[in-house]
């Protein structure tokens, strides 16, 4: 598979925040906080086959209802 583009990841990014945004208000704190650190974190990888797996992990995250947080 090819490697994700940097506007896929931005739009993942960004599509990860919008949906925070139907979470209660005590629940969507830490939601931010994750994502963001989650994607920080994962800026550096420099191997491929990580940094697919983890899109990967955020997409089906997404696909999942926020992993059952909604």
């Known amino acids: 598979m090819a490697p994700w583009s940097r506007e896929a990841v931005l739009s993942l990014y960004r599509t ?3 949906q925070g945004r ?6 969507r704190d830490f939601y931010f906080a994750s994502i963001r650190r989650e994607f920080r974190k994962n ?4 191997d491929p ?3 697919q797996k983890q899109l990967e ?4 995250f997404l696909h ?3 992993g059952g947080l909604v």
């Open 16 to 18: 990860l925040l919008r």
């Open 22 to 27: 139907l979470l209660r208000y005590t629940d």
């Open 43 to 46: 800026q550096q990888l420099q």
């Open 49 to 51: 086959e990580a940094r």
């Open 57 to 60: 992990k955020g997409l089906v």
């Open 64 to 66: 999942r209802q926020l």
